[in-house]
C-alpha cells in the first residue's frame, strides 16, 4: 500500500493534469473533415488506417478504400472489407511494387486511373472517410501532379476524412495535412530472415 504523502501527492498531480486536459477540451470546438498522413519507415502504416477505417464502420459511416501499388496479391484487410460492400467501397488499383512491374510507364499509368477513381470518392458526401492507402509512395515516385492532388483533397465535401499512408510522404502532403504520425523502424522481423505473416503482413 502506497503511503499517505505519496498518494495525497499523486491525487494532486493527476487533478492538476486533469484540469489541463479538460482546459484543452473545452477549446477543441471546431468541428471538420480531417486529413491524415500516416508515413515513416516503420511497419503498421496500412495497418494504422485500417483500423480507423473499423473503427468508423463501427459509427455506422461509409467508407472507400483505394490501393495504390498493392495488387499483385490478395491481403487480409482487403478480404475483410469486402464483407461489407453496402458499407465500404474497395478498390485495388495497383500492380504490385515497383521493383516488381519494372515498368514505369505501366505505374503511372495505374497510378492515375486510380486517381480518377479518387476525384470520384473525394466528390461525393455521403462517403464519411476515404482511405488512399500507399498514396505517398506514388506522390513520391512523381507518378501524379501533387498539385492536383492536393487540389482535389482541399476540394472534398466539408465533412469528409481523408487517410493517407505510405513511406516517404512528401513535404506538400505534411503540410496540407491537419495530423501526422510518423512510424519508426526500430526492428523488423524480415531482417532476421522471417517472411511476410499472413494477418501481420498479408
Known amino acids: 500500500m502506497a503511503d499517505l ?36 519507415n516503420g511497419k ?15 459509427h455506422e459511416m461509409r467508407v472507400a478504400v483505394v490501393q495504390f501499388i498493392k495488387g499483385a496479391y490478395s491481403t487480409g484487410e482487403e478480404s475483410f472489407f469486402r464483407r461489407f460492400p453496402d458499407e465500404v467501397e474497395y478498390h485495388v488499383m495497383g500492380d504490385g ?14 497510378a492515375e486511373a486510380a486517381w480518377e477513381v479518387c476525384k470520384r470518392l473525394l466528390s461525393d458526401p455521403t462517403i464519411d472517410v476515404v482511405l488512399l492507402d500507399e498514396l505517398n509512395i506514388v506522390l513520391k515516385m512523381k507518378y501524379l501532379d501533387i498539385d492536383t492532388v492536393i487540389a482535389d483533397l482541399a476540394n472534398r465535401p466539408e465533412m469528409q476524412h481523408v487517410i493517407i499512408t505510405g513511406r516517404g510522404a512528401p513535404d506538400a502532403i505534411i503540410e496540407a495535412a491537419d495530423t501526422v504520425s ?21
Open 44 to 58: 503498421g502504416k496500412s495497418s494504422s488506417g485500417f483500423g480507423m477505417v473499423a473503427r468508423a464502420l463501427g
Open 182 to 202: 510518423r512510424i519508426e523502424d526500430v526492428k523488423h522481423a524480415f531482417r532476421a530472415g522471417i517472411q511476410a505473416q499472413k494477418g501481420i503482413e498479408l
Open 5 to 40: 504523502g505519496k498518494s495525497q501527492r499523486h491525487e494532486k498531480r493527476m487533478k492538476r493534469h486533469k484540469e489541463i486536459v479538460d482546459d484543452k477540451i473545452k477549446q477543441a470546438d471546431k468541428d471538420k473533415g480531417l486529413l491524415l498522413v500516416i508515413t515513416g
Open 97 to 110: 511494387f515497383t521493383w516488381d512491374t519494372q515498368n514505369i510507364d505501366q505505374d503511372i499509368a495505374s
